[in-house]
């Protein structure tokens, strides 16, 4: 993969990427995207300890990278979501973070039912741009830019990572929604599960069964720790983990044809850590679950890796600003 060009930046910009494990920073300029810093997701404290983790991160990042931060000109947040809108602002409703949408059965270390985000980040940037997108949208810009999605009008990016995300784009427009949450396909219902909970507080959605977080909660006591865990024992023909991943795949292919035949898609590029290390194996698996049925919905559709390979994250929130 040749990395995107950034020679056309006549000053640097700040690149936040905030998911539910990491948040990675990284400030872009003409001689290209540099100073990358990554901590685990702030979870514990006041409702502002991740604006204020962005904050000291993008600080180290302007550091290690040799520029000042009075000449950033612009900053683009790619972050998980849902996003609360108060007062403009953009606030986080996230189930991965916020502790509590679901509550203490989650098991995150917090109460938050929002994190503050966009406001402290405009106080603490002045006049500078400040962008802020969910995830699956900034992705799903930067794939259409430089990746896999490159000239089609009717598309997708989905990442099975941590959480589930997807950007959703159709007639060559990118889908927003009311408060920028378009594409939390994630949490659609495709599958009967009354035991799977979700940070979201909701039981047996598709993030819950299958997300890279949900895995090790579902399947510890089956000997599987984690996924990376489940997925190398269902390539060993561990016949119990195979059982599992057929059935995950079923889910997650179930909520990939729905996006195809809602949205009459020409390709969903897919990518995240739980896809990308396993890709060979669960693409055809992914596939299957598509492939063949109502023929004038997913005949000539696509499902292919994303074509910024395991870099997406590291290049969505460039997209917003570039």
Not at 3 to 23: E, F, M, R, Y
Request: proline share 5%.
């Amino acid at each position: 993969m040749t990395p995107p060009s950034t020679a056309h930046l006549s000053s640097p910009v700040a690149c936040i990427d905030i998911g539910g494990t990491k948040v990675a920073v990284s400030v872009a300029d003409q001689h290209g995207v540099r100073g990358w810093v990554s901590e685990p997701t702030a979870k514990e404290g006041a409702p502002d300890a991740l604006a204020v983790q962005v904050i000291r991160l993008v600080q180290q990042s302007c550091s290690a990278a040799q520029i000042r931060w009075a000449d950033i000109s612009a900053a683009g947040v790619a972050s998980c979501g849902p996003f609360v809108l108060r007062q403009g602002s953009v606030e986080l409703a996230a189930p991965n973070i916020c502790g509590g949408l679901a509550g203490a059965a989650r098991g995150l270390p917090n109460n938050w039912t929002t994190a503050l985000l966009e406001a402290p980040l405009r106080e603490a940037f002045g006049p500078v741009r400040v962008r802020v997108e969910n995830d699956g949208i900034a992705a799903l810009e930067a794939e259409r830019r430089w990746g896999a999605l490159q000239g089609l009008a009717n598309c997708a990016y989905v990442t099975w990572s941590t959480g589930i995300g997807v950007g959703l784009c159709v007639d060559g427009h990118v889908l927003r929604g009311k408060n920028g949450n378009a594409g939390h396909a994630g949490h659609m219902f495709v599958s009967d599960n009354n035991d799977a909970l979700c940070g979201c507080g909701n039981v047996g959605d598709v993030e819950a069964l299958v997300a890279g977080n949900a895995l090790p909660r579902r399947f510890s006591d089956l000997g599987y720790p984690d996924a990376a865990a489940l997925l190398t024992a269902a390539r060993s023909d561990d016949p119990r983990a195979k059982a599992v991943i057929d059935e995950v795949c079923r889910v997650m292919g179930r909520a990939l044809y729905n996006l195809v035949v809602t949205l009459d898609l020409q390709r969903i590029s897919i990518g995240g850590s739980v896809f990308w290390h396993h890709r060979d194996y669960l693409l055809p698996r992914l596939q299957s679950h598509i492939g063949g049925k109502l023929a004038a919905l997913t005949d000539g559709f696509e499902l292919v890796p994303a074509g910024l390979q395991d870099k997406v994250g590291d290049y969505a929130a460039l997209a917003l600003v570039a």
